[in-house]
C-alpha cells in the first residue's frame, strides 16, 4: 500500500491551513511539513495494524498482516482453510506432551496469539507438520507442549548416544 499520497495530502491541508497566517506562521508550517513524513507514515502503519488485528479478530478462520517491505506496509489475507473431510485422528501424545487429559486442556478452552517467524522456519514447520499429518497450529502446540513439560524440550532437540572419554573409579 502507498502512503505517500496520504503523506501528501496532510502536507498540503496544514500548508493550506497556515496560508491565512502571517509569514512566519507559513514559514513554521512549511518546516513542520517538510518533517511530517516519518511520523505520518508510523502513525499510519499503527493505524492499519490495528484495523488488521480487529478484522482477524471478528473474521473467523482468516487473519489480516501488514508487513513491511522497505518504507510500505502490504496487507496479506489468509482465508480459513476450507472445510474438508476430517482427517484420520493424529496418534496420542508421547506422555506428558500436552494430550487432551492433560490439566492445562481441561476446561477446553484456547487463547489466541500472533507467532512472527522467520520464512525459513516458517517454511520448516510447515513441512514437519506436513510429515506427521498435522496442521501448523497443532504441530506447534505439540512442540511448545512438550518444550514446557519439565525437564523436556523436543525429543529431535535431544542429544542421545554422544561419545564420552575419561577415567571412572568404582
Known sequence: MELTPYVEALRHDLLAAAGAGTEQTRETARLLAASLDPSTRLCLVDALSALAAEVTTAWDGGSVEIRMHGREPHVVVT?????????????????????????????????????????????????AAATEGLSVNAWLIRAIAAAVQPGGAPTSQQHIGRRMTGYARS
Open 79 to 127: 482465508a480459513a482453510e476450507p472445510f474438508a473431510a476430517p482427517p484420520a485422528p493424529p496418534p496420542p501424545p508421547p506422555p506428558g506432551a500436552g494430550g487432551p487429559g492433560d490439566e492445562d486442556h481441561e476446561d477446553g478452552t484456547a487463547a489466541r496469539i500472533t507467532l512472527r517467524l522467520p520464512e525459513a522456519l516458517k517454511t520448516r514447520a510447515e513441512r
